[in-house]
């Protein structure tokens, strides 16, 4: 989160069936910090706005997370940034 210290979340669905709750949200960001790439390398700070769509999953047990998985799309992002061959964001 150092590549994007200022964000906001909103949550656009929310669905809760018994101990299962799902949501899905939108993450805007401007990148103002270094982003570590896969391989370790940090990208500079872009100064690039991003909006990029997500989804989570939460399964609780006696009152805690048991279960949490989170997607968000990773192409997206990598578009907004500038990391993607023109043709490929498009």
Known sequence: MAAFPERTVTMDVIVEQGD????????????????????GTELP????RVEVK?????QMRDEKIAVHHMYWDNMALAGQLGL???SAST
């Open 20 to 39: 299962t709750i799902a949501d899905e949200f939108t993450w805007v960001a401007v990148n103002s910090g270094p982003l570590v790439m896969p391989d």
């Open 45 to 48: 700070p872009t100064g690039k």
């Open 54 to 58: 997500g989804m989570e999953l939460l």
């Open 84 to 86: 993607l061959p023109d």
